[in-house]
């Protein structure tokens, strides 16, 4: 008998028909002898929808309102879920974050996971009950109902398999597994059965939208288990391994592996040029960037001449207009310079795979299958086992099938 | 009974001693069950001193020829440990790189391992007796001697271990272990009991100088357990892991786990300025240096306004000069722009862990560290668990031992 957690996000519970066939799946592990803890999301684009009736109401909605308005999708989800459970004849509870026991730190919408006390959720499966858990939710030190944020509920998923000592944390989606690049991009790319934890981490940090990357950071700090599969198809999806060897044994000792090729269109790029080159610089401006709630992505810096300096970061374009205007009114009075115009249409795209570093004709092939396309490259950085460029947005999706043939990922 | 791959590096084997020392632990190591295959490296300093003689007698000495003198070092040391072996009642035969089936291409003094057929290994630790190879060496497929390279014995002893399916790997150097600073700069630095191979390859790929990086690409890869520790305290040093949860258990469920400060100062910097912004320029540069064997690390680059953009980039500083020149004088000629004068004096300052990415405070209070203290920052690249800086080489050690207070490293 295994324990299981099995988190189905939006689109897999979007209406009543696929409630039932998850709770008809949920049955048939019940009955194959399997413990089942849920995690469930709100149904389709319902949290949308709430945010966009707040954004009637208010202008700039208050935190600990908003978190209680959207947690309760997840709310009507969960009961939900339990009445269909019932209709297939298993006993199901619902539990809201606060119930299951997920303690947070107070930053609303945005809220972090601290420790969990998920004895209502053992008492309930020790009486064969399975426990039904509302995604992405908690409650905060002052006792007030705290938001994860989107894509929240695989990392309550994450979160609650370790605290349990799950065998498996089974993310279900509507995507059937980790391709080796965006399949709508990519004809031939293909679903990998195994990925190591650090490859999933710079794929969902470099684009792959699916899972979370914040659940992809719990799951590899606390060696969760994931499994990532789809709840239409019910196939055997992508395990996510620390066991790299696993991925090795058609390899040469010592060739570099390349994984996938991962792109993002939704970053926007803020270039801050002919900055005097002296300390504090950084500091200032990411300081301020954190403190407004943007989360900086890429960070690109070098100093070409004494005496001034270019710095280039990206940051979701949600974000991108509040954080130019926020460097070009504010930050840039204090740092000097000048701001370049936003630049919203980029795309990154990178390469990963590990014992690239060795290697360095990998890179260079990177570059090459640009530059033989006559695409081109606007930043690049670098890791042990990634290397990025930022393109023309227009180009990005065309350099991906590129890659994709050009490192041999099409066979 | 396990099998184990004990490699021994240059100073744990300089003189007669350390010989009979080395000779001594593995006697007791048979005594307790263990069977053992060594991996040796050439004594001391003795592969500088065969490179010195020949620079003495050629400028540009053949590769196939420097391969074959480089070897005759460890060739020295293996069969003087199988003698010293022999003094503690331990037989010992002793394997070349080829007689060991180390199959490389033949790329002289920086050869890749391709394969390894160790059936006389295998035979030999059947038999009862100790096989001693020789470190960093093999034979290419037009049966030349090759040399893997400085650092390459480490490489020898993970694959070796890989191929015969050994419990553990042990890397025996004159360091207790992996810390989370150079102790040398960081007093308080501690010595880590375990580490992650994908933590662990940050920091070897940014100034961790032991183990050779090279060594743990191999070992993450194909998942070869190894144990860092020290030939001369001989106490249980740093293991290498897969299962992260390990490190993980003091962790509140989301929190960013800083785990060391790296630093180093054997790079410069190069800086192409003012290149025209179109397709090729980053394939050309780049391809040209692999070409001329010029590793190249940190890669940066960004564009500040449309027309032009900077590339800056670290390579090795002893092939800074080579490496400038030849894009002063030949590839900038293909590119246009200019190159700025080469900048020798940088320290690459990095801070490693897992989690950073959800966490943008992380990467502010790193820069807030350096401009607190006035260290300017030169250039900066961030990888989903890395952030690092380039500064004033004057600066770096100083900038290592405020990170490590600043992360909580030092308690």
């Given at each position: 008998m295994s324990l299981l957690v099995q988190k189905f996000g939006g689109t897999s519970v979007a209406d009543p028909d696929r409630m039932r066939a998850v709770a008809d799946y949920v049955a048939r592990c019940r009955r194959r002898g399997d413990q089942v803890a849920m995690v469930v999301s709100a149904m389709g684009k319902e949290t949308d929808e709430l945010i966009h009736v707040a954004s009637q109401i208010s202008k700039q909605p208050n935190g600990r309102e908003m978190d209680m308005l959207v947690t309760a999708g997840e709310r009507k989800a969960i009961a939900l879920m339990c009445m269909a459970l019932g209709e297939f004849g298993v006993p199901a509870h619902s539990f809201t974050g606060s119930q299951a026991g997920f303690n947070t730190d107070g930053n609303h919408q945005n809220a972090k996971i601290?420790?969990?006390?998920?004895f209502r959720i053992r008492e309930t499966l020790e009486s064969g009950i399975v426990p039904v858990i509302a995604g992405s939710q908690g409650v905060s030190p002052e006792k007030n109902v705290t938001f994860l944020g989107r894509g929240g509920s695989d990392t309550t998923a994450v979160a609650l398999a370790k605290a349990l000592g799950a065998e498996s944390c089974e993310l279900f989606t509507d995507v059937s597994g980790v391709f080796t690049a965006d399949p709508r991009v990519v004809p031939r790319a293909r679903k990998m059965s195994l990925i190591s934890f650090d490859e999933l981490l710079e794929m969902t940090a470099t684009g792959c939208p699916k899972p979370a990357m914040r659940s992809v950071e719990v799951a590899h700090n606390h060696n969760v288990p994931l499994h990532i599969r789809s709840a239409f198809t019910w196939e055997p999806g992508t395990l996510v391994v620390d066991d790299t060897s696993q991925l090795a044994?058609?390899?040469?000792?010592e060739q570099p592996i390349i994984r996938a090729v991962t792109h993002d269109l939704s970053e926007s790029k803020i270039t801050v040029a002919d900055v005097p080159d002296k300390p504090g610089i950084s500091a200032t401006l990411f300081r301020a960037l954190a403190e407004a709630g943007v989360n900086v992505d890429m960070i690109v810096q070098n100093v070409s001449e004494r005496g001034n300096t270019d710095i280039s970061f990206t940051v979701p374009s949600e974000d991108a207009t509040r954080a130019h205007a926020l460097v070009a009114d504010e930050i840039i009075g204090r740092i000097g310079g000048h701001v370049v115009p936003l630049d919203p249409n980029i795309g990154k795209v990178s390469v990963i795979g590990a014992g690239m570093k060795s290697n360095p004709g990998v890179a260079a092939l990177m570059f090459e299958t640009m530059a033989d396309n006559g695409i081109n490259i606007e930043m690049i950085s670098t890791s042990a086992i990634r290397i990025s460029c930022v393109v023309d947005a227009e180009r990005a999706e065309e350099a991906v099938q590129l890659l994709h043939t050009a490192y041999g990922l099409d066979s």
């Open positions: 601290l420790e969990i006390k998920p044994v058609e390899n040469p000792m």
